[in-house]
């Protein structure tokens, strides 16, 4: 059974950073990509970054390219989300998901998801 467990949100000021990990198991994902996505209240889900598992390639939304940074652990079998430079309106539930396959941007072309961590940007 597939498992994506989020963890290390918080709250932060604005201009912080926080690292976000998404520890997998229950299979092997080789192949597969995760993705990151944000759900703030009253918005639609939002894709935010990618990792391709094998190859490490990743994919950003124009809204966190060159602050936030996508990264995994094979021997940990954990991807992880660095944040930098956090604005207020990063504010969000954010999610990993993975898929086999390439990174997409679509969150229900995803097979698998976590319970989410909570990220909340003060001004």
């Known amino acids: 059974q597939v498992r994506l467990v989020e963890s290390g949100g918080g709250l932060v000021q604005a201009g912080g950073s926080l690292r976000l990990s998404c520890a997998a198991s229950?299979?092997?994902?080789?192949?597969?990509?995760m993705g990151w996505f944000r759900k703030a209240p009253g918005k639609e889900r939002e894709f935010v970054a990618g990792?391709?598992?094998?190859?490490?390639?990743?994919y950003y939304a124009d809204s966190v390219k060159g602050r936030f940074t996508s990264s995994r652990d094979n021997a940990k079998n954990t991807v992880y989300l660095q944040m930098f430079s956090l604005k207020p309106e990063d504010t969000a539930v954010y999610y990993c998901?993975?898929?086999?396959?390439?990174?997409?941007?679509?969150?229900?072309?995803?097979?698998?998801w976590g319970q989410g961590t909570q990220v909340t940007v003060s001004s």
């Open positions: 229950g299979r092997t994902f080789s192949g597969y990509a």
């Open positions: 990792i391709a598992w094998s190859s490490g390639i990743t």
């Open positions: 998901a993975a898929k086999g396959g390439s990174i997409v941007t679509v969150w229900n072309a995803y097979d698998y």
